[in-house]
């Protein structure tokens, strides 16, 4: 499976920004999606995740009630609606895909990763 990220930019500080993700290759239809960042000088974390059916989402404490997963199986797509944008959500985002059916924050659960979008968020 192959993953290309895209939408990263730059931003002023409550700004919003969407990030899409497609994947070829694969079943996509099948995978539970997710996104990670990561922060200059920081380990990988987790953003937010999705199941196949986009029955359940899971998101991290600090982008909840900002940022939005979504996923389009018809388009092979996933989506990251970030709105409110703070400067501490400057990184790179990863879009990831897991074989694993429920919703996972675990980034070992995930065995396909695209290659990475940049967001920087100016105050």
């Known amino acids: 499976v192959q993953l290309q990220a895209s939408g990263g930019g730059l931003v002023q500080a409550g700004g919003s920004l969407r990030l899409s993700c497609a994947a070829s290759g694969g079943p996509f239809g099948s995978y539970c999606m997710g996104w990670f960042r990561q922060a200059p000088g920081k380990e990988r974390e987790f953003v937010s995740t999705?199941?196949?059916?986009?029955?359940?989402?899971s998101y991290a404490d600090s982008v909840k009630g900002r940022f939005t997963i979504s996923r389009d199986n018809a388009k092979n797509t996933v989506y990251l609606q970030m709105n409110k944008l703070k400067p501490e959500d400057t990184a790179v985002y990863y879009c990831a895909a897991s074989d694993i059916l429920a919703i996972t924050s675990r980034s070992y659960d995930y065995n396909y990763w695209g290659q990475g979008t940049l967001v920087t968020v100016s105050s």
């Open positions: 999705i199941n196949w059916s986009a029955s359940s989402t």
